[in-house]
């Protein structure tokens, strides 16, 4: 039976998440930044809702991208050496969540990104923890991601593409932000083929919290606004 968390009460150890359920946890307990922070610090994280309470998850296995291991194709290269976009960190985080949220995903029904996930993503990039990577094309915003920055951990929460490599060309600018300010992993949660192609690979839970517990101690908070820049692809 799935744990049901009062506003105070702790997450149970992540080791019994319910693996025939993608890794379920716990549900309930609300979505304040605290408990939000609280839980990424723990490798949990919420995916969805049900009745305005957020269900938790850590799954074992763990998809993650060690930035180095980034794998840039031939055809993106050559689509990042393109003059006709522009990326931009956190102009328009709120844009960024929704058009994730509107976004048509294959074997999903409906969206797990829900009003009240929305609104507690909307309160922690504005506290400086949750950030959005966005991608213009003739100043319009045609794609992008966003996450949360821990320390020198990086988790990924979702992406969405208006037209062709949008979201790729915002992965890669993030990526190589990652590196330059030393950044140790990226938490992309659960396998997805896309992913695999960008480079990400599946580790046991234990060594995701071995490397959650190093890197998310180091004191690190950067001006994402202020990184936007143009690299040498």
Not at 94 to 118: K, L, N, V
Request: aromatic residues 12%.
């Amino acid at each position: 039976m799935t744990p049901f968390l009062r506003p105070l009460d702790p997450f149970p150890p992540v080791e019994q998440a319910q693996d025939e359920v993608g890794g379920l946890l716990a549900a309930g307990g609300g979505l304040l930044p605290d408990r939000v922070l609280d839980a990424y610090r723990q490798g949990i994280f919420p995916w969805g809702t049900v009745e305005g309470h957020p269900l938790w998850y850590s799954p074992d296995p763990r998809m993650v991208l060690f930035p180095r291991e980034f794998r840039l194709s031939r055809s993106l290269r050559k689509t990042l050496r393109g003059n006709d976009y522009e990326v931009r960190f956190d102009h328009d985080f709120a844009a960024t969540i929704a058009a994730c949220a509107e976004t048509e995903r294959p074997g999903q029904d409906g969206t797990w990104i829900s009003e009240e996930m929305m609104d507690a993503y909307i309160r922690l990039h504005e506290l400086g923890w949750a950030h959005s990577v966005e991608t213009y094309v003739d100043n319009e915003l045609a794609g992008g991601l966003y996450g949360l920055a821990i320390g020198r951990m990086f988790y990924g929460e979702s992406m969405f593409s208006r037209c062709s490599n949008a979201s790729k060309i915002a992965f890669a600018h993030l990526v190589s932000i990652l590196n330059e300010q030393q950044f140790g992993l990226v938490d992309c949660q659960m396998r997805t083929a896309h992913l695999a192609s960008l480079g990400a690979r599946e580790i046991e839970r234990h060594e995701f919290l071995g490397h959650l517990l190093q890197l998310t101690a180091i004191s690190t908070r950067a001006d994402w606004s202020a990184l936007a820049k143009r690299f040498i692809w």
